[in-house]
C-alpha cells in the first residue's frame, strides 16, 4: 500500500506543480497579449501630405505640421494604370515599414538589401535606398498603389529633388527618410494631391511665420 501511496504522490506532483506554473504565468502572457495589440495598433496621429504641384511633403502630428520635405514624384505625370509609370493620386496609407536601422544609401532590390551602399549623387546610380514606406491605395482611383510599388523612399539622385523625376514613387533624400520614417508607423494616413500644401493642409503655416503656438520641431524646405 506504501507504493501505491507512492506512486499516486509522485503522479499528482507534477499535476500541482503544472497548475501553480500556469497561473504564475498567465498575468505575463497578458501583459504579452496587450503589448503585441499595442504594436500593431494603427498610427492614427501622424498624416503625411504630399503636393506633387510643389513637390512637397508635409508631416503633421494630430492635425499640427510637424516639418516640411522636398521630394520627387513621378516625370511621367499622375494616375494609378495598372503597369504604368505615374504618382497616384488620393488617400493612401502606410501598408509597409522596411529598412529598419539600414545605413544611409543602403540599396535595396525587391525589398531586399543587396549589401551595397550608393553615396548620395552618385553617377549613374538610380537604385531605392536607405528606407522604403510602402502605400496602399484606399480608393479606387489609386487601387493599384500597392502592387505597383508605390513607396516613399530615399534615392540617391538628391539633386534632383525638388523635380518630378521617379518613375511613380515619392523619392526624398536620405537623411529626410530616415526622420521621417522614425517618426510615422503602419497605418498612417498618406494624401497625395495636385494642389499647393496650403489648400491641402489647413493647419499649415508658413515656415517663416512658426509660432509658439503652433511649433514644428523641425522643418526643411
Given at each position: 500500500?506504501?507504493?501505491?501511496?507512492?506512486?499516486?504522490?509522485?503522479?499528482?506532483?507534477?499535476?500541482?506543480?503544472?497548475?501553480?506554473?500556469?497561473?504564475?504565468?498567465?498575468?505575463?502572457?497578458?501583459?504579452?497579449?496587450?503589448?503585441?495589440?499595442?504594436?500593431?495598433?494603427?498610427?492614427?496621429?501622424?498624416?503625411?501630405?504630399?503636393?506633387?504641384?510643389?513637390?512637397?511633403?508635409?508631416?503633421?502630428?494630430?492635425?499640427?505640421?510637424?516639418?516640411?520635405?522636398?521630394?520627387?514624384?513621378?516625370?511621367?505625370?499622375?494616375?494609378?494604370?495598372?503597369?504604368?509609370?505615374?504618382?497616384?493620386?488620393?488617400?493612401?496609407?502606410?501598408?509597409?515599414?522596411?529598412?529598419d536601422n539600414a545605413l544611409p544609401g543602403a540599396v535595396f532590390k525587391d525589398r531586399r538589401r543587396?549589401?551595397?551602399?550608393?553615396?548620395?549623387?552618385?553617377?549613374?546610380?538610380?537604385?531605392?535606398?536607405?528606407?522604403?514606406?510602402?502605400?496602399?491605395?484606399?480608393?479606387?482611383?489609386?487601387?493599384?498603389?500597392?502592387?505597383?510599388?508605390?513607396?516613399?523612399?530615399?534615392?540617391?539622385?538628391?539633386?534632383?529633388?525638388?523635380?518630378?523625376?521617379?518613375?511613380?514613387?515619392?523619392?526624398?533624400?536620405?537623411?529626410?527618410?530616415?526622420?521621417?520614417?522614425?517618426?510615422?508607423?503602419?497605418?498612417?494616413?498618406?494624401?497625395?494631391?495636385?494642389?499647393?500644401?496650403?489648400?491641402?493642409?489647413?493647419?499649415?503655416?508658413?515656415?517663416?511665420?512658426?509660432?509658439?503656438?503652433?511649433?514644428?520641431?523641425?522643418?526643411?524646405?
Amino acid at each position: 500500500m506504501k507504493i501505491e501511496t507512492d506512486i499516486l504522490r509522485l503522479q499528482g506532483a507534477p499535476k500541482t506543480r503544472s497548475k501553480t506554473t500556469g497561473s504564475a504565468m498567465r498575468p505575463y502572457l497578458l501583459l504579452l497579449a496587450l503589448f503585441v495589440a499595442s504594436c500593431a495598433a494603427p498610427d492614427t496621429r501622424h498624416q503625411i501630405v504630399v503636393s506633387t504641384r510643389e513637390q512637397k511633403l508635409a508631416l503633421l502630428d494630430r492635425g499640427n505640421v510637424m516639418a516640411i520635405y522636398p521630394v520627387s514624384t513621378s516625370k511621367f505625370g499622375l494616375g494609378d494604370w495598372p503597369g504604368s509609370r505615374f504618382t497616384p493620386l488620393g488617400q493612401l496609407r502606410i501598408a509597409e515599414k522596411i529598412g529598419d536601422n539600414a545605413l544611409p544609401g543602403a540599396v535595396f532590390k525587391d525589398r531586399r538589401r543587396t549589401g551595397e551602399i550608393v553615396l548620395a549623387n552618385s553617377p549613374g546610380r538610380d537604385p531605392i535606398v536607405t528606407r522604403i514606406l510602402w502605400l496602399r491605395g484606399l480608393e479606387a482611383q489609386n487601387a493599384n498603389a500597392f502592387s505597383r510599388d508605390i513607396y516613399i523612399h530615399g534615392t540617391p539622385e538628391e539633386w534632383k529633388i525638388g523635380s518630378p523625376a521617379s518613375y511613380g514613387c515619392i523619392r526624398m533624400r536620405s537623411g529626410d527618410i530616415i526622420q521621417l520614417y522614425n517618426v510615422v508607423g503602419i497605418g498612417a494616413e498618406v494624401t497625395i494631391v495636385d494642389t499647393p500644401l496650403a489648400s491641402a493642409v489647413p493647419a499649415l503655416v508658413s515656415a517663416h511665420s512658426m509660432s509658439a503656438a503652433n511649433p514644428a520641431p523641425f522643418v526643411m524646405r
